[in-house]
């Protein structure tokens, strides 16, 4: 599992449409300190005894947590027979990271909550056979939404969020030409819509709108399933 937000019914809620239970989660992944992505941690770590890892950065934040495993944001390290890299990203965080996770010659990227994009991200990211990628604002609707200045101000920032272009802009870097699976996530409710991601990117890279998926924050997403 990578992060969790969530209280443990709505989590448990979740889990049970995928077909697994807290039972079946052998880690749980923590990017960085921010309540949405740590806030159900600790209480479902805790009923479902669950080792929690995370950079030594976001590790010191970690509140409730008796023990947290740290890992080198520089170095990959094995859980099972999964090879996680970490990704050091730009956010307003202590020591954020992401993730490139490999086994059976398959490669899965996750990048969401970073700012801006780096050589590292690109060079990591290449030749992935799924990615899940952060498509969080439209830049015009969140100039011209209701969030306070100070607030606009973070999400644009290099240290905030990636907007619809600046994934586009990430993946026009990459060689696609292995993804079997695009994931678009972290989609603002109030900055963005489904619909102008899919037409943007689907559009940019040349590919089937149908084939693309975008997250929705209150249904989350069917499994999808990597061939080898």
């Not at 890299?85 to 010659?105: K, M």
Request: glycine share 8%; hydrophobic share 40%; charged share 25%.
């Amino acid at each position: 599992m990578i992060d969790n937000g969530f209280s443990i019914k709505e989590t448990d809620k979740r889990m049970e449409r995928l077909g697994v239970s807290g039972k079946d989660i052998s880690a749980i992944l923590v990017t960085h300190e921010h309540g949405d992505h740590v806030g159900g941690v600790a209480r479902y770590a805790r009923r479902y005894n669950i080792p929690v890892w995370a950079s030594h950065g976001t590790g010191a934040m970690i509140k409730n947590i008796d023990s947290v495993q740290c890992f080198n944001s520089h170095k990959s390290f094995e859980l099972g027979d999964i090879s996680i890299e970490p990704v050091l990203v730009p956010h307003d965080a202590r020591e954020p990271t992401q993730f490139v996770f490999r086994s059976n010659n398959l490669k899965l990227g996750v990048m969401t909550d970073t700012g801006s994009i780096t050589q590292h991200m690109v060079d990591v990211l290449m030749d992935c056979d799924a990615l899940l990628l952060e498509c969080n604002y439209d830049r015009d609707m969140l100039l011209n939404g209701a969030y306070p200045e100070s607030l606009k101000r973070r999400v644009m920032g290099d240290w905030g969020h990636l907007d619809n272009q600046q994934a586009i802009g990430l993946l026009q870097r990459l060689n696609t030409d292995r993804l079997q699976h695009l994931v678009l996530a972290h989609v603002s409710e109030k900055n963005n819509s489904h619909e102008l991601v899919l037409d943007s990117v689907s559009q940019a890279i040349e590919c089937d709108r149908a084939w693309l998926n975008v997250i929705d924050q209150d249904e989350g997403l069917p499994w999808c399933t990597l061939a080898g």
